[in-house]
């Protein structure tokens, strides 16, 4: 089930003429779970029981027992706006459609709910002549020029892709916003980061200022979260602590 | 061959961490000739010549032979920059990258020629933690919520169709850069780095890898010039050095 905000998809159908492949139907199925299409109806001999469909469909399976085989004169019935997917535009009469206005363009009829067919042909031979001339769309996918046969999964999930991106229903996933460091947290670290570089004569005693603000600016010069802070704090602590430990063992123990 | 204005497509590579499927494979290839990508490199028992991907490669058989098969270890050999690809984000530390700011992040990497690799984890498990923490960057798909299990054939698409579409569109502000420390030199510093942790105990024998992975993000997740990479790297050899000379002197003398 679509939410009230990509309720459209409810009306947005992916039709298949003549499909040969069951590896294809598999990946198509998996195409719209992914993008959160659930409508499909296609026209070939294949059967959506077919093993290797279903291997391919990994736990989608529920919806490609849904998909709908029709005969061929029936695939469009009820459709009421066609986009046909073809890298060959045989008129030149404007309605090929640009692939980035894709959502502009079956925005409105989507939301008046009316239904919408992409319609994809057959992986070897395409949409005939005959099957464009029912499409008031036309969309060639703009791949690189010398290799343009698309697989028709995967051109399938292109399309779906950019409908779920376009339309603004990609945004399901939450990037993180670490809180950040302070500046005075960082000082911190930095005081003891030049007692370990002074300690262990990183630093030059008689002029330690030259390396020492290069180096303090590389901190200085970045964000850094709160957690990356306290984890440098503490493996600067702990270093110059065993550090220090180990030179007053040593200056402990007489010589011999 | 990719055009001048591509060519930054030449240093971005497919990496595919031990993938186990050959139409997967097939499909990867055929994805990539579609969106002008010509490098990949996996781990893995595939074989390029598996008849299986060759025959889902349709068309694309000479780039899919091109493919190279290293060990697992040397996965990200000579890498730059990595983005991790996972639905998992283990670590809230600003690191996860919105697909819809994969170019413009790249972009600069990518046009001063800094190996970029996209790297994918096997079909069923996905990228591990240990993994994970060599990504500056880990993007995960904004797939429809409830089914977010993404085929690897078809998440490798998703990606390349992003960078294909969006560095048609995104106008970078060109800003005076130092030249960038390469991948290679990060690394030999971040070893040094590890074993004057473990020497200090800073790391604990026992689990080094649960602390050693946060921090070695760290560093992989921030460009680093030249200079800063080799005052980063003169610092830590030297305390080493240092501590490692002071530990071995307290040794050499014979306690009372």
């Known amino acids: 089930m679509n939410t009230a905000a990509d309720s459209w998809k409810n009306e947005c159908w ?63 019935d009820g459709m009421d706006v066609v986009v046909g997917l073809s890298p060959r535009q045989p008129w030149s009469d404007g309605h090929d459609l640009p692939l980035d206005k894709l ?6 009829a989507l939301e008046r709910k009316q239904r919408v067919a992409l319609l994809f042909g057959n992986e070897a031979h395409g949409l005939d002549n005959a099957t464009l001339a029912h499409c008031r769309y036309r969309l060639a996918l703009p791949t690189v020029a010398r290799y343009r046969s698309m697989n028709l999964a ?31 947290q960082r000082e911190q670290m930095l005081l003891k980061l030049r007692h370990l570089l002074e300690t262990t004569g990183y630093l030059d005693h008689q002029n330690p200022e030259e390396i020492w603000q290069e180096m303090a600016l590389i901190f200085r010069s970045r964000d850094w979260s709160q957690r ?4 440098l704090t503490g493996m600067v602590n702990k270093v110059l602590k065993q550090h220090l430990a180990c030179c007053k063992e040593m200056q402990q123990v007489p010589r011999q």
């Open 154 to 184: 995967q051109a399938v999930l292109v399309v779906l892709w950019e409908l779920h991106r376009q339309s603004g229903t990609a945004q399901g996933v939450e990037t993180s916003q670490p809180s950040l460091a302070g500046g005075a």
């Open 103 to 108: 959502w502009v363009t079956l925005k409105s």
């Open 228 to 231: 990356e802070m306290t984890l």
């Open 14 to 76: 992916v039709v298949l003429d003549r499909i040969e492949g069951p590896v294809n139907l598999g990946f198509i199925s998996r195409a719209m779970a992914n993008t959160g299409f659930a409508n499909l109806r296609y026209s070939g001999e294949l059967d959506t029981e077919d093993e290797e469909a279903r291997r391919f469909a990994v736990h989608s399976q529920d919806l490609l027992k849904s998909f709908k085989q029709v005969s061929r004169k029936n695939l469009l």
